[in-house]
């Protein structure tokens, strides 16, 4: 039964990461130097607090050192975190959900018991997927309906050597949590086809060089990978089904926590919005009571609420492989709609909180330019928003890839 009445356990956590976002992130995130969007360091301080509390190891099981935590409790606890601090919201999810999705899916016994210790006890130890590469972007264009719009072949290589051991040669471009990971996975092309490889960041060969936020256009920390004769052992190779799951044409991987994260943003906005419409006074009251003003605001909720419902149900069904929410449609993309639905919303959100602070909403030294400029970037993160409507409409007519 499609029910998303939040248990016991997932109030607790969203009290939890709300309290510490509060009380520890908000503060620091909220200064002047902070609210530039272009040069701001990573705050690994809080990315180090919030991994104390287990948000790291969110998804791992309790038996193996986490909280169990599902698809969708990762989304509120990505909110939260976002609605502080973008940045770290972004890379305590990337690691959450990889973590769960290698140690509890993907990764034989004997890796699991080779990675799953140091993962567990080091709160520094942060996960990278090492997918994309320079020419990658599908552009579907006209052809996205046929399969050539479809295949993109992989240019990192990984061959076996006289010793058994893989050998990777290839460049990735723009990985996520690249300048913070001691373990990547890396999607390589083999002799047997295309698959994923663990491979630690201080395995010989391996060169992260942080790219630079000139432009701004990514939130957390980024890198490009390149790795020259990086051997690692043969046993390091996951099982065939990794490569469709994690960087698959179709793959939904991350993608709700990825939108929970904007939702957090555009309500930071929202909450700032009400604040200063409470406090500011024009015509002899709160700027809250104008009707223009009024009316915004609940177009910002709305949008809110709208993003939110779409993250949950998509959430819901990555937890309930197979059942749809409604049954009053052929099975959807969900994952892809949230994404749709929540970088065109929360990109209105944001501009109409801002619009609320009058001139005040685009000065530098305010958060509302930030929140502005946070959103955009989630507009073209991923496939982008033009590509995902194409997987949209190939789902809704049928089409499916080979």
């Not at 020259?228 to 926590?257: I, Q, R, T, W, Y």
């Not at 749809?324 to 970088?343: C, D, H, W, Y």
């Not at 209105?348 to 001139?359: H, I, L, P, V, W």
Request: hydrophobic letters at 45%; aromatic letters at 6%.
């Amino acid at each position: 039964m499609y029910d998303l009445r939040l248990s016991e356990e997932q109030i607790a956590i969203r009290d939890m990461v709300r309290d510490f976002v509060a009380q520890d992130v908000f503060p620091i995130a909220t200064k002047p130097e902070r609210l530039e969007p272009f040069d701001t360091p990573l705050a690994i301080d809080l990315v180090d607090a919030a991994s104390e509390l287990g948000l790291r190891t969110l998804a791992l099981p309790e038996d193996a050192g986490g909280a169990g935590a599902d698809t969708l409790t990762c989304c509120i606890v990505a909110e939260e975190l976002a609605a502080g601090d973008v940045d770290v919201a972004s890379v305590l999810a990337r690691t959450a959900a990889l973590g769960g999705v290698l140690f509890n899916q993907l990764m034989n016994d004997e890796q699991r018991g080779r990675f799953l210790p140091a993962f567990v006890e080091d709160s520094r130890y942060h996960l990278a997927l090492a997918d994309r590469e320079a020419g990658m972007e599908t552009a579907l264009g006209v052809d996205y309906h046929r399969d050539t719009g479809n295949r993109v072949d992989v240019a990192t290589t990984a061959r076996r050597n006289d010793r058994g051991e893989w050998v990777v040669n290839g460049e990735k471009t723009r990985v996520a949590n690249a300048p913070l990971a001691k373990l990547f996975a890396v999607l390589v092309a083999t002799d047997a086809g295309n698959g994923i490889l663990l491979v630690p960041a201080d395995a010989p060969g391996l060169t992260v060089t942080e790219v630079p936020r000139d432009g701004g256009w990514y939130v957390g920390s980024c890198g490009d990978v390149s790795f020259k004769d990086c051997a690692v052992p043969a046993d390091n190779m996951l099982g065939p089904e990794a490569a469709d799951l994690l960087a698959g044409p179709g793959s939904d991987f991350g993608l709700p926590e990825a939108q929970a994260i904007n939702l957090g943003v555009g309500r930071a906005a929202f909450e700032a919005a009400m604040e200063y419409a409470g406090v500011r006074v024009q015509g002899g009251r709160p700027i809250v009571e104008h009707q223009a003003i009024g009316a915004k605001l609940a177009e910002v909720l709305i949008n809110l609420e709208t993003a939110r419902n779409a993250i949950w149900q998509a959430a819901w069904t990555v937890d309930n492989p197979g059942a749809e929410p409604t049954g009053n449609f052929p099975p959807l993309p969900r994952a892809k709609i949230s994404q749709v639905v929540t970088a065109e919303r929360i990109y209105r959100a944001t501009k109409d909180s801002a619009e609320c602070f009058g001139a005040m909403g685009v000065m530098r030294d305010m958060p509302l330019q930030k929140y502005i400029h946070v959103s955009r970037v989630f507009l073209h993160t991923g496939d982008g928003n033009a590509d995902t409507k194409l997987r949209i409409a190939e789902a809704a007519t049928g089409f499916s890839h080979p």
